[in-house]
């Protein structure tokens, strides 16, 4: 199991206090800590993207092709809704239409599938934290 820090600050007795990201559902995590404690292995975004790029990607093809999961799921979902075209285009992107705005998230985190999202750790870590994360943000900021 992996975790991102999202933010590292010091609380009023100098100890350090961080907001992480950890890589799994929230359910597995709860089954998990219920049973004995789960060592997590903390990561920085630079850390990540200091990794060999061997590390960082797609895993070799087979002859059998990548199922997708959940994270595949979402990012389709969401290709097709204006909110999530409209966040794009803050990022930069020309995401008018579904294919564009799928384009546009495979050429922001550079991967080829939406299958690689659930099937590389590290890649998957990166979709949550850097489009799902900064889209529930965006969207919380624009409805306040």
Request: contains cysteine; glycine residues 4%; charged residues 25%.
């Amino acid at each position: 199991m992996r975790a991102l820090i999202k933010d590292l600050h010091a609380d009023d007795k100098g100890r350090s206090v961080a907001l992480v990201v950890i890589d799994c559902p929230a359910d597995e995590l709860r089954r998990r800590l219920a049973s004995n404690p789960t060592s997590v292995e903390l990561m920085t975004r630079t850390q990540i993207a200091d990794r060999p790029a061997a590390v960082n990607e797609p895993p070799a093809t087979s002859a059998e092709p990548i199922k997708g999961g959940q994270l595949s799921i979402w990012l389709a979902q969401r290709e097709k809704e204006k909110p999530f075209q409209a966040f794009l285009v803050t990022l930069g992107c020309n995401a008018s239409t579904p294919a564009l705005a799928e384009q546009a998230v495979k050429s922001l985190l550079r991967f080829t599938s939406r299958a690689q999202l659930d099937n590389d750790p590290v890649l998957g870590l990166r979709f949550r934290n850097e489009i799902m994360l900064e889209y529930s943000a965006w969207l919380n900021k624009k409805h306040r």
